[in-house]
Structure formats: structure tokens, C-alpha cells
């Protein structure tokens, strides 16, 4: 999946927020504060999984991108699900952190979108909830999610259960 081409070997890192993005998505501005690019020098990709956190909460997807990040991920956020579904097909992610509630189209639009594919193929996701209600679980299941998260957990909590698929 990496080696496809030797552009997918560095990253640029916004010089605001510090998100890290995959050279291959040939970004000019931060998706999260909107920051021009620079060049970010001596970050080897190579061995680090990518994560792709879609979140419409920008808070959110800081949190979990500071988490992904201190556990050695390349991160990269979308906004809302048709940004997510062309951020999965088009760097395909190992790990999907999705929200359940977002505009447009939600968490589980975007999954079953993902599994009714062509070739069958989507990354490990995580879901993203405030609701922890037997029914919303099970739906995030059934749609294909590997895990769910309460938003409101710790940092370290939150941490712990993200390790295991990264």
C-alpha cells in the first residue's frame, strides 16, 4: 500500500496545529485550521500506520489526532463523510476513527457506503459517539465498525482503546 510510489515516503506537518499529512494527498492548506504547508523534513512513513479521523467537531478531531499522533500515526481529518469516503479511497487508511453524527452524511452512511464497495475492502473502523445505548452499539457493529468510543472519555482511556488498532 505505501510503496506505490516514492512520494508516499514523507510528510508535511502544519506549522499551527501540527498535523501531520501524507505528501500524496498534495495538500497546500491545513484541513483542520487552514495553514499553508511547509515542507516537513525527516519524518520517514515508512512502518507508520495512517489514520484518517472524521469528526465535524474540530475539537474532536484535535483530541483524537493528539492521541494518534503520540502512538506513532500519520494523521489526517476529514470534515463530514463525502470528505471521508474520498480520503479513504484515496489514501487508504489502516485505521478509520469515524463520528456518528455528522452533516450531510453520517458515520454509518459512510461505513455502509465503504462495505458496499466494489472490492469489499475498508479500513478498521472506530466509531465516535456521545450515545453508549445497547441500540447504538449494535448498529455501529452491524454497519462494520471493528470498536466504538465515548467522545467523553479520558485522554487515557480513549489512548488504550485506540493502541490495539495502531
Not at 26 to 54: M, P, T
Not at 71 to 85: E, F, H
Not at 126 to 140: G, H, R, Y
Request: aromatic letters at 6%; charged letters at 25%; hydrophobic letters at 40%.
Amino acid at each position: 500500500m505505501m510503496d506505490r510510489d516514492h512520494t508516499r515516503k514523507f510528510a508535511f506537518e502544519c506549522p499551527d496545529c501540527n498535523l501531520v499529512l501524507a505528501l500524496y494527498e498534495n495538500a497546500r492548506f491545513c484541513s483542520w485550521c487552514g495553514a499553508s504547508i511547509s515542507a516537513y523534513e525527516g519524518e520517514d512513513l515508512q512502518g507508520k500506520k495512517h489514520v484518517l479521523i472524521a469528526d465535524d467537531a474540530a475539537l474532536s478531531r484535535k483530541k483524537i489526532g493528539a492521541i494518534c499522533k503520540s502512538l506513532g500515526c500519520v494523521v489526517t481529518a476529514a470534515k463530514d463523510g463525502a470528505d471521508t469516503l474520498d480520503k479513504v479511497r484515496g489514501m487508504e487508511p489502516g485505521l478509520l476513527v469515524l463520528d456518528m453524527h455528522m452533516p450531510q452524511m453520517s458515520g454509518l452512511n459512510v461505513l455502509q457506503n465503504l462495505y458496499s464497495g466494489e472490492d469489499g475492502r475498508s479500513p478498521i473502523t472506530v466509531m465516535l459517539t456521545v450515545a453508549a445505548d445497547p441500540s447504538t452499539v449494535e448498529q455501529c457493529i452491524n454497519a462494520g465498525a471493528t470498536d466504538y468510543i465515548l467522545k467523553d472519555l479520558s485522554v487515557a482511556e480513549i489512548r488504550e482503546r485506540l493502541r490495539k488498532y495502531v
